[in-house]
């Protein structure tokens, strides 16, 4: 029997497969703070994935996610599946790939980084080190970040 976490969806997206722990991490980065909700949004921690491990599921219904924000949960949670639901059906399923290079989405975390300069600001540049979980090297200092959660722009 196919184990059901939490109701089924009738429309919106299927966050799927988020590295345990990180379910908030995700809801942030989406803009849900439970304050102006309009639909229903469902958070699973912690149940058990098919693959022996452990994993978080975020339910959003009548919701569709921007790609801006679908490249920042691969930064947090690099094994995700988003699955698009239409009529109660799965629609459409993808699992997005962490890209190579992140551009514009993280803040360096060294204060003295030319990306954090008040004046003439430059677009942060980082390379993708290891994808999981997600390190990344700033192209300007060359410091590296271990978790890019508090760092997200
Ligand atoms: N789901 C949902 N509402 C629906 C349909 C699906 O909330 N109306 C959820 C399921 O509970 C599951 C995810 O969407 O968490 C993907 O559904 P499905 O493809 O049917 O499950 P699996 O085959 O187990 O997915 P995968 O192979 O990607 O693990
Ligand atoms: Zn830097």
């Given amino acids: 029997m196919k184990e059901l976490h939490v109701t089924p969806i009738s429309n919106g997206t299927v966050i799927d497969h988020i590295t345990p722990g990180r379910a908030l991490d995700v809801l942030r980065i989406i803009g849900i703070t439970g304050k102006g909700l309009n ?15 452990w994993k978080d599921i975020v339910k959003v219904q009548d919701r569709e996610l921007l790609p801006q924000e679908v490249r920042k949960i691969t930064l947090v949670a690099p094994r995700i599946t988003i699955n698009i639901i239409r009529n109660y059906e799965v629609a459409e399923k993808y ?10 989405l993280v803040r360096c975390a060294n204060p003295n980084c ?16 290891t994808r999981d979980p997600v390190r990344l090297r700033c192209r300007y200092c060359e410091r590296e970040l271990d978790d890019v959660s508090p760092h997200l722009m």
Avoid: Q
């Fill in 95 to 104: 699992r997005p790939a962490t890209p190579d290079e992140v551009v514009g």
């Fill in 39 to 53: 639909s229903a949004v469902s958070v699973v921690m912690h149940v058990p994935s098919v693959d022996g491990g």
């Fill in 114 to 129: 030319i990306t954090n300069k008040e004046r003439e600001p430059v677009t942060p540049r980082f390379a993708v080190v």
